[in-house]
């Protein structure tokens, strides 16, 4: 099993680029979950998705963020335009439908706006 | 703000000595989660605890859950340098979103 596969694993862009993250979950998972951490604010969920719907999308910042699960095995956050504060570690994680079950995280994508 | 607090901030011991780290929250939860993230990667799912265990033990892992004081402890047992890590723990309510505390710092010194 390739575990939770993230893309790219290091961004670095310019003030009002658009970047997109992505994500591959572990076959046969079906809730997705998209984190950011940073140093001040720690480890905070942005969104999630039940079978590819999203079910809570209240940790989004702004409207510059955006996500999508088209199927099962990919999803995507968007942000645009991006800016300096959006620079963290954004990880996904992917759990079986139970509400006791781990969550396995990706290994992050370390982004970096200038 | 973070349903789940870890205390201390930072440890660190040296190799053999026992880890404990505390987490204290705030609401109702269903289970009790610990992760460990090591420096640059992702967080690694180490134990559950449901809303009604009182300790749960897995190798040199022993967690603790006291319900009536929203708070859970991590022993590491004989702890070598390979754990030095964050560790988080993350609370469960309702639904599948885990709140995550701010994570406590471990350094194994050998």
């Known amino acids: 099993d390739a575990g939770v596969i993230q893309s790219p694993r290091h961004e670095v862009t310019e003030m009002g680029q658009e970047v997109t993250l992505r994500c591959k979950p572990i076959s046969g998972h079906d809730y997705l979950f998209w984190y950011r951490q940073t140093m001040m604010r720690g480890l905070e969920l942005l969104i999630y998705?039940?079978?590819?719907?999203?079910?809570?999308d209240s940790g989004m910042p702004e409207d510059r963020f955006s996500a999508k699960m088209p199927n099962a095995s990919f999803s995507t956050l968007k942000i645009q335009p991006s800016e300096p504060r959006d620079s963290a570690v954004y990880f996904c994680a992917s759990s079986l439908a139970s509400t006791m079950n781990e969550q396995f995280f990706g290994p992050g994508t370390r982004l970096t706006v200038l | 703000s973070q349903q789940g607090e870890e205390d201390p901030q930072a440890l660190s011991i040296q190799e053999g000595e026992n880890a404990t780290m505390n987490c204290s929250y705030k609401t109702s939860i269903n289970n009790l989660q610990w992760y460990r993230q090591n420096s640059g990667r992702g967080l690694v799912h180490l134990i559950l605890i449901r809303s009604n265990e009182r300790e749960k033990h897995s190798g040199r892992l022993r967690v603790t859950l006291d319900t009536s004081k929203k708070s859970s402890s991590l022993l590491i047992t004989a702890s070598r340098a390979a754990d030095t890590a964050s560790y988080f723990c993350a609370t469960r309510a309702a639904g599948n979103k885990l709140t995550f505390g701010g994570g406590t710092r471990v350094l194994v010194k050998p």
């Open positions: 998705f039940n079978n590819n719907v999203p079910i809570d």
